[in-house]
């Protein structure tokens, strides 16, 4: 089955600057990558996903970027802001199977 | 999205009951499912609630512990049975839409404690 690896763990970075977090999967196949936030006490929130048909996606200050050929995909936040802090995770899937989670990165945002 | 809700938001239960987690979402959803989420933990996946058939469970989790329904396209339960301390984490439904849509939400949780 599909494994799916992500780092850092936990992650601070000073407000304004850019944060990014990897994740590497193990299954050729999947072709579908979606990031999540869950701030503390709160449900996940899907925040951006890509397909594997394309390399990058943005929306405002978050990006996504896929390497299907390194089976790595990472999650772009830039001018990071208080808000942003939270834990995010990534996942990966074929189609209509089951979602496989990252272990999580915790992130903070140093004001 | 899909508007999904949960009841209870929360629980503290005595070893040894049952405790029935309820989803409902404004809308039919092709799919549903059931997760758990240790504190500081990822998501685990329990189980996929099928719509008029038996849920397809993960590796390590079994019916008679986790009996789910799903009667109709936007409803599904999961119960806790017999439940003991290791029991206690946040249930999370989740659910994903219209079909050839891989996007995927979820509920607010159910935060269970048990003593």
């Known amino acids: 089955g599909e494994n799916v690896e992500q780092h850092p763990s936990t992650l601070s970075v000073q407000e304004g600057d850019s944060a990014v977090i990897k994740c590497t999967y193990s299954d050729s196949a999947s072709n579908y990558f979606p990031w999540y936030k869950q701030e503390l006490g709160k449900r996940p929130q899907l925040i951006i996903d890509?397909?594997?048909?394309?390399g990058e996606k943005k929306d405002q200050r978050i990006a996504v970027t896929l390497n299907k050929t390194a089976k790595h995909f990472s999650l772009h936040i830039t001018e990071t802001q208080p808000e942003d802090s939270a834990v995010y995770f990534c996942a990966a899937t074929f189609g209509n199977e089951k979602l496989t989670f990252g272990t999580g990165t915790r992130l903070t945002i140093i004001p | 999205s899909a508007v999904i809700s949960q009841k209870p938001s929360r629980d503290i239960c005595q070893r040894g009951t049952s405790l029935t987690i309820q989803c409902q979402v404004d809308?039919?959803?092709?799919?549903m499912f059931w997760y758990r989420q240790q504190p500081g933990q990822s998501l685990t996946l329990i189980a996929t609630?099928?719509?008029?058939?038996?849920?397809?469970?993960e590796s390590g989790f079994v019916i008679d512990k986790f009996p789910i329904s799903r009667p109709n396209l936007t409803f599904s339960t999961l119960t806790v049975s017999n439940m003991s301390p290791e029991d206690s984490s946040i249930y999370l439904c989740?659910?994903?839409?219209?079909?050839?849509?891989?996007?995927?939400?979820f509920g607010p949780g159910t935060r269970l404690t048990v003593t």
């Open positions: 890509i397909r594997s048909n394309v």
């Open positions: 609630a099928n719509q008029g058939s038996e849920a397809t469970y």
């Open positions: 989740s659910v994903r839409g219209r079909p050839n849509s891989y996007e995927q939400y």
């Open positions: 809308s039919q959803v092709t799919m």
